[in-house]
């Protein structure tokens, strides 16, 4: 990187999230950190820029485009134009199709798509102008398999890959890498842990190690891009 890289982490809560946050700004870049719960993003804020690093943090809901786009500006304003974007954010509202409110879909869909069709639209000019950039998505199993009661998620899901895949054939010729990864399995953190409590440690994903699988998309080769990544434990325990 000639220059420090500006990434931009949605979806910052105590697993994932933080853990991408903080494995870019080892790597070098200054860090932009978005969710809608201002205590995490506070402590990995702080985490970051006393490690040396150099973090901002701005609560906003993704959803919502006027938050959003004020946040993408105070971005802007203090540390510059994002050069990576990592979509995170996701919800779910389980239920059999007769059980779910119609405005519930609608806020996952809003929260697992929108948002992230909304975030790229506000780093994509400037990355168009540099010629280089990256666009990460989280998906997750739901995205390519249909999951009884899980309506909302693979609804969200599916429409956040379309986005994915149909920016990658776009937005490659312009020198900026977009990938896709399914994060299969469960995340190792306390709320999975009480959620699944038969789950043993070859069974549960660090986040840490996600996160490097994130950044070595950041730092791929353009001559060798991976569009779609599917990432899982060894020893997976749902098998999707």
Not at 19 to 35: D, K, N, P, Q, S
Not at 37 to 50: F, M, Q, V
Request: neutral net charge; proline residues 5%; glycine residues 12%.
């Amino acid at each position: 990187m000639s220059e420090q890289d500006i990434a931009v982490v949605i979806g910052v809560g105590p697993g994932l999230g933080a853990a991408i946050g903080r494995r870019f700004a080892r790597g070098g870049c200054a860090v932009g950190l978005m969710a809608r719960s201002e205590d995490p993003l506070r402590t990995i804020e702080a985490e970051i820029n006393l490690s040396g690093g150099r973090a901002l943090a701005v609560t906003v809901d993704a959803a919502d485009p006027t938050g959003l786009a004020a946040a993408f500006a105070r971005v802007r304003d203090v540390l510059g134009a994002p050069t990576a974007l990592i979509y995170n954010a996701g919800a779910f509202v389980a239920g059999g199709i007769l059980d779910i409110e119609a405005a519930a879909l609608e806020r996952v869909w809003r929260t697992c798509c929108y948002g992230a069709f909304l975030a790229t639209r506000e780093v994509l000019p400037a990355m168009r102008q540099r010629g280089r950039g990256t666009l990460l998505y989280t998906g997750a199993p739901a995205s390519v398999h249909g999951v009884k009661n899980l309506y909302t998620l693979a609804i969200g899901k599916f429409g956040l890959r379309a986005l994915a895949l149909g920016l990658a054939k776009e937005c490659g010729p312009d020198g900026i890498h977009v990938a896709h990864v399914i994060v299969h399995g469960a995340i190792d953190n306390e709320r999975t842990r009480a959620r699944f409590p038969h789950l043993t440690a070859s069974q549960r994903m660090a986040p840490e190690t996600i996160a490097e699988t994130y950044w070595q998309l950041h730092v791929q080769r353009p001559d060798a891009w991976t569009q779609e990544l599917d990432v899982r434990p060894a020893d997976d325990p749902f098998g999707f």
